[in-house]
């Protein structure tokens, strides 16, 4: 059973940064794909960016490039979403989710999903 733990969310300044973790298991094969998606109040779910297990190729959404990065940790089993120059417009909830197809059509959603870390950027 594949199961994504977010964590590491919380409350930040504009201007600062935060990291995510998403712990990923259960997959029977080495090669998946792994998102972060957000959804604001009040809006729809976006997809963040997505990062390829094996090769680590990544995807970004306009709105995060040059600020967000993502990584995979393949010893851990553990894609991480550091944020950085965070604005008011990043508060949202941040989900993680995978499967095992690629990046490519990521942002339509993905087959298994965390339960959401909350990112609140406030001064």
């Known amino acids: 059973q594949v199961q994504l733990v977010e964590s590491w969310g919380g409350l930040v300044q504009p201007g600062g940064s935060l990291r995510l973790s998403c712990a990923v298991s259960g997959f029977a094969s080495d090669l998946f794909a792994v998102g972060w998606f957000r959804q604001a109040p009040g809006e729809e779910r976006e997809g963040v960016s997505c990062?390829?297990?094996?090769?680590?190729?990544?995807v970004y959404a306009d709105s995060v490039k040059g600020r967000f990065t993502i990584s995979i940790d393949n010893a851990k089993n553990t894609v991480y979403l550091q944020m950085n120059s965070l604005n008011f417009e990043d508060t949202a909830v941040y989900y993680c989710?995978?499967?095992?197809?690629?990046?490519?059509?990521?942002?339509?959603?993905?087959?298994?999903w965390g339960k959401g870390t909350l990112v609140t950027v406030s001064s």
């Open positions: 989710a995978a499967d095992l197809a690629t990046c490519r059509n990521y942002y339509y959603g993905m087959d298994h």
């Open positions: 990062i390829m297990s094996n090769d680590g190729s990544t």
